[in-house]
Nanobody
Framework: QVQVVESGGGAVQPGGSLSVSCVAS????????MGWYRQAPGKQRELVAS???????KYTDAVKGRFTISRDNAKNTVYLQMNSLKPEDTAVYYC???????????????WGQGTQVTVSS
């Protein structure tokens, strides 16, 4: 069994910073892409940032220059540092990991439970 668990998040004023982290654990054979998605009330879930195993990174335009994704392959962990936060960054942030579990043949997407990020004055 594979688990993906986020931590961090919280509430901050506009212009502030927060960080979130995510650990994948369990019967893992290999992890490919890891990333962060977010879903604001009434909106669809969207990709925020992703990072491949070899460190190739993508950001959605709205967060470029403000958010930084990083990863520690030895710890099966992905991080998201969020700076210069805006009210429109308010959302539930979900971690995603593409994993081959032990005994399986194919990649599968695993999701965390989500963590709330609120940016408000």
């Amino acid at each position: 069994q594979v688990q993906v668990v986020e931590s961090g998040g919280g509430a901050v004023q506009p212009g502030g910073s927060l960080s979130v982290s995510c650990v994948a654990s369990g019967s893992i054979f290999s992890i490919n892409d890891m990333g962060w998605y977010r879903q604001a009330p009434g909106k669809q879930r969207e990709l925020v940032a992703s990072i491949t195993r070899d460190g190739s990174i993508k950001y959605t335009d709205a967060v470029k220059g403000r958010f930084t994704i990083s990863r520690d392959n030895a710890k099966n962990t992905v991080y998201l540092q969020m700076n210069s936060l805006k009210p429109e960054d308010t959302a539930v942030y979900y971690c995603n990991a593409r994993i081959i579990a032990v005994g399986r043949l194919f990649w599968a997407d695993y999701w965390g439970q989500g963590t709330q990020v609120t940016v408000s004055s």
